[in-house]
């Protein structure tokens, strides 16, 4: 069965760091772009990151810039996203996506993907 499996995420304090990850079961990620979404309560889908495949180019949303960084372990067939200095307002369900018809991650908010993740909560709370 083709899938993404998402772990991590939890309750941690503000100025905490998380790392979920984002496994490929039944293929192989390489050759796919795979981006982090997030969800916050009565807000829409927001673009957090992406890496796409191959040359391992990275983008990042600007509300994350320079605290979350995106990578790929190819032999673990897995994405991590190390999330770092959190903030109550990064408080959502992180979705981790893939998808193979793009060769960098120009515009990655708006890409069309193939396999979702099921999701994951991140509380950032005192």
């Known amino acids: 069965q083709q899938q993404l499996v998402q772990s991590g995420g939890g309750l941690v304090h503000p100025g905490g760091s998380l790392r979920l990850s984002c496994a490929a079961s039944?293929?192989?990620?390489?050759?796919?772009?795979v981006v982090w979404f997030r969800q916050a309560p009565g807000k829409g889908r927001e673009g957090v990151s992406c890496?796409?495949?191959?040359?391992?180019?990275?983008d990042y949303g600007d509300s994350v810039k320079g605290r979350f960084f995106i990578s790929r372990d190819t032999a673990e067939n897995t994405v991590y996203l190390q999330m770092r200095s959190l903030k109550p307002e990064d408080t959502a369900i992180y979705y981790c996506a893939a998808t193979q018809g793009y060769t960098d991650c120009a515009g990655y908010a708006s890409f069309i993907i193939d396999y979702w993740g099921r999701g994951t909560q991140v509380t950032v709370s005192s």
């Open positions: 890496i796409s495949p191959l040359d391992g180019g990275t």
């Open positions: 039944g293929f192989s990620l390489d050759y796919f772009a």
